[in-house]
C-alpha cells in the first residue's frame, strides 16, 4: 500500500561558508596551530595533576587576551555589533577547528555553557539583565553554569522537574537540588540559571522558570564537584548545587515566569549544533592520531595499519565522519532558513548520530594507542569521554530517536 506522505521540499541547499567565515577559519587554523596546540598537552597535564584543580589557568587567560585581540572571540553569536555575526552554517567548521582541543573553545569565548547561557540573555534577557550578566560573560570576565538537571527525577522528561520558583509578592523563591552544573567550579563562576516549577497547575509546557542566580546569593551551595568517568573537567568542572529558601526579585527571572520551556527550546537548537561540530573535531582529531600511529608502529613485523583489519576500520571512520559533518551542516543549514520549530528532526538526528559517531573513532585510535590510549599521556581517553558523556547531555540518544520517530510518522496519519 503506498502512502499519501511526500517529503518536503526544501529549498537548494549550499553549505558554502560566506567569505567572512572563510577569512576567520584561516586565521583560527593558524591561532590553534601557532598558539594552542603547543601548550595543550602540558596545560591539561598540569590541571590532572592538581589536588585542586579549580583554578584560574595563566596560560589559558593569557590566550584568550590574544584571541579576542585578533578577533576571534564570541565567534558563535550571531550579531555584527558584539561579535562577528556568523550564522550556524558559518560558525559550524569554526566550531569543528575549536573542537579538535580540550582548552580552545573557552580561549575563544566559544565555550559551553557559557555560548548558550550568552544565548539567552541576548535574546530573551531585559536590559537590566544584559547589562548585569551577558556584557562581562561577553567580555570573559566572568563564567556562568546551567542548573537544570536533578538527582532525584528522570530528567530526560524534564517535566519530571522538582525544584520549585515559586512567585511570593515581589520575589521568587528558590528551593531544590541540581547536579551536573557544567562550569559551576570555576573560579570566576558568578552567575547561574535555575530552572524550576513555578505553576503546577498550568499547560505542562509553562510550568517551569528560568532564573538568574549570582552564585554568592545566600542559600546557594556547591555540594560537591563530580567526576565523569574520572575526569574533572577542571577548571568547569560538573557540580552538585543546592538551593535552600533562595530569594531573588522578580526581576530575575528571565523572559517572565512560566517562560522556561520556550527558552529551554530556543537555547538547545544552536548548542547542539556546537556540541556536535566540536565533537566531529575530536573525532578528526583522534583519526589523524589514529593514522599516524598505525603507521609508525609496528608489531609481528608488519605496520599496525596492515594487521586485523585495521585499514577497513580506518575507513570506516572516515566515512562515519563525513557523514556526520554533512548531517550537521544540514541541520545547521536548516536553523538558519526554516527555525527551531521547523528543525526540530535535523537537530534530534545530530545529537543522536554524533556523539556515537565521535566514540567509536577515538575508541579506534585508542585501540591502535595500546595502554597508552587509556592515559593522560594522549588526549584520547579525555576525548572519549567527553563523547561518552554527550550521548546524555542535553537529553539521552533515546529520546532524541524518539522524536525523530514522532515527527517522521507524523506525516503518515
Request: glycine share 8%; hydrophobic share 40%.
Given at each position: 500500500?503506498?502512502?499519501?506522505?511526500?517529503?518536503?521540499?526544501?529549498?537548494?541547499?549550499?553549505?558554502?561558508?560566506?567569505?567572512?567565515?572563510?577569512?576567520?577559519?584561516?586565521?583560527?587554523?593558524?591561532?590553534?596551530?601557532?598558539?594552542?596546540?603547543?601548550?595543550?598537552?602540558?596545560?591539561?597535564?598540569?590541571?590532572?595533576?592538581?589536588?585542586?584543580?579549580?583554578?584560574?589557568?595563566?596560560?589559558?587567560?593569557?590566550?584568550?587576551?590574544?584571541?579576542?585581540?585578533?578577533?576571534?572571540?564570541?565567534?558563535?553569536?550571531?550579531?555584527?555589533?558584539?561579535?562577528?555575526?556568523?550564522?550556524?552554517?558559518?560558525?559550524?567548521?569554526?566550531?569543528?577547528?575549536?573542537?579538535?582541543?580540550?582548552?580552545?573553545?573557552?580561549?575563544?569565548?566559544?565555550?559551553?555553557?557559557?555560548?548558550?547561557?550568552?544565548?539567552?540573555?541576548?535574546?530573551?534577557?531585559?536590559?537590566?539583565?544584559?547589562?548585569?550578566?551577558?556584557?562581562?560573560?561577553?567580555?570573559?570576565?566572568?563564567?556562568?553554569?546551567?542548573?537544570?538537571?536533578?538527582?532525584?527525577?528522570?530528567?530526560?522528561?524534564?517535566?519530571?522537574?522538582?525544584?520549585?520558583?515559586?512567585?511570593?509578592?515581589?520575589?521568587?523563591?528558590?528551593?531544590?537540588r541540581k547536579w551536573w552544573s557544567t562550569g559551576i567550579g570555576h573560579p570566576n563562576c558568578k552567575v547561574v540559571i535555575f530552572m524550576g516549577l513555578t505553576d503546577a497547575h498550568a499547560d505542562r509546557h509553562y510550568r517551569h522558570s528560568m532564573v538568574l542566580v549570582p552564585l554568592?546569593?545566600?542559600?546557594?551551595?556547591?555540594?560537591?564537584?563530580?567526576?565523569?568517568?574520572?575526569?574533572?573537567?577542571?577548571?568547569?568542572?560538573?557540580?552538585?548545587?543546592?538551593?535552600?529558601?533562595?530569594?531573588?526579585?522578580?526581576?530575575?527571572?528571565?523572559?517572565?515566569?512560566?517562560?522556561?520551556?520556550?527558552?529551554?527550546?530556543?537555547?538547545?537548537?544552536?548548542?547542539?549544533?556546537?556540541?556536535?561540530?566540536?565533537?566531529?573535531?575530536?573525532?578528526?582529531?583522534?583519526?589523524?592520531?589514529?593514522?599516524?600511529?598505525?603507521?609508525?608502529?609496528?608489531?609481528?613485523?608488519?605496520?599496525?595499519?596492515?594487521?586485523?583489519?585495521?585499514?577497513?576500520?580506518?575507513?570506516?571512520?572516515?566515512?562515519?565522519?563525513?557523514?556526520?559533518?554533512?548531517?550537521?551542516?544540514?541541520?545547521?543549514?536548516?536553523?538558519?532558513?526554516?527555525?527551531?520549530?521547523?528543525?526540530?528532526?535535523?537537530?534530534?538526528?545530530?545529537?543522536?548520530?554524533?556523539?556515537?559517531?565521535?566514540?567509536?573513532?577515538?575508541?579506534?585510535?585508542?585501540?591502535?594507542?595500546?595502554?597508552?590510549?587509556?592515559?593522560?599521556?594522549?588526549?584520547?581517553?579525555?576525548?572519549?569521554?567527553?563523547?561518552?558523556?554527550?550521548?546524555?547531555?542535553?537529553?539521552?540518544?533515546?529520546?532524541?530517536?524518539?522524536?525523530?520517530a514522532r515527527l517522521e510518522l507524523r506525516g503518515y496519519r
Amino acid at each position: 500500500m503506498q502512502s499519501d506522505h511526500l517529503p518536503e521540499e526544501l529549498p537548494d541547499m549550499d553549505f558554502t561558508p560566506s567569505a567572512k567565515a572563510q577569512e576567520i577559519a584561516g586565521a583560527l587554523d593558524r591561532f590553534m596551530l601557532d598558539e594552542v596546540e603547543p601548550v595543550e598537552a602540558d596545560c591539561l597535564r598540569d590541571f590532572n595533576a592538581m589536588d585542586y584543580p579549580w583554578q584560574v589557568s595563566p596560560v589559558v587567560e593569557g590566550l584568550k587576551q590574544k584571541a579576542r585581540l585578533a578577533g576571534l572571540w564570541n565567534l558563535f553569536l550571531p550579531d555584527d555589533e558584539l561579535a562577528q555575526g556568523l550564522a550556524n552554517l558559518d560558525y559550524a567548521p569554526l566550531a569543528e577547528r575549536m573542537g579538535r582541543s580540550l582548552i580552545a573553545p573557552e580561549i575563544f569565548n566559544c565555550n559551553a555553557p557559557d555560548t548558550g547561557n550568552m544565548e539567552v540573555l541576548y535574546h530573551y534577557g531585559s536590559d537590566e539583565q544584559k547589562s548585569q550578566w551577558l556584557e562581562p560573560l561577553l567580555a570573559g570576565e566572568i563564567r556562568s553554569a546551567f542548573c537544570m538537571t536533578e538527582p532525584g527525577v528522570a530528567s530526560s522528561d524534564a517535566t519530571n522537574m522538582e525544584a520549585t520558583a515559586s512567585i511570593e509578592g515581589e520575589e521568587v523563591v528558590l528551593n531544590g537540588r541540581k547536579w551536573w552544573s557544567t562550569g559551576i567550579g570555576h573560579p570566576n563562576c558568578k552567575v547561574v540559571i535555575f530552572m524550576g516549577l513555578t505553576d503546577a497547575h498550568a499547560d505542562r509546557h509553562y510550568r517551569h522558570s528560568m532564573v538568574l542566580v549570582p552564585l554568592d546569593t545566600p542559600g546557594v551551595k556547591i555540594e560537591r564537584m563530580l567526576n565523569a568517568m574520572g575526569y574533572h573537567d577542571a577548571p568547569l568542572g560538573h557540580g552538585e548545587v543546592s538551593f535552600s529558601n533562595v530569594r531573588l526579585p522578580v526581576s530575575a527571572i528571565i523572559a517572565g515566569p512560566g517562560k522556561g520551556f520556550e527558552i529551554a527550546q530556543g537555547r538547545l537548537g544552536p548548542g547542539r549544533i556546537h556540541h556536535c561540530m566540536r565533537l566531529i573535531g575530536l573525532a578528526e582529531m583522534a583519526l589523524e592520531r589514529a593514522c599516524r600511529r598505525a603507521l609508525e608502529r609496528e608489531a609481528f613485523g608488519r605496520p599496525l595499519a596492515k594487521l586485523g583489519g585495521n585499514a577497513e576500520r580506518i575507513a570506516q571512520a572516515r566515512i562515519a565522519i563525513e557523514q556526520a559533518r554533512l548531517l550537521v551542516l544540514k541541520a545547521a543549514w536548516s536553523l538558519d532558513h526554516r527555525g527551531i520549530t521547523r528543525s526540530m528532526s535535523e537537530v534530534s538526528q545530530i545529537k543522536a548520530a554524533v556523539p556515537s559517531m565521535a566514540q567509536d573513532v577515538i575508541d579506534l585510535a585508542m585501540q591502535l594507542h595500546g595502554g597508552g590510549g587509556l592515559s593522560d599521556d594522549y588526549p584520547l581517553a579525555a576525548a572519549w569521554t567527553a563523547a561518552r558523556a554527550l550521548r546524555l547531555a542535553d537529553g539521552p540518544d533515546e529520546v532524541h530517536r524518539a522524536l525523530v520517530a514522532r515527527l517522521e510518522l507524523r506525516g503518515y496519519r
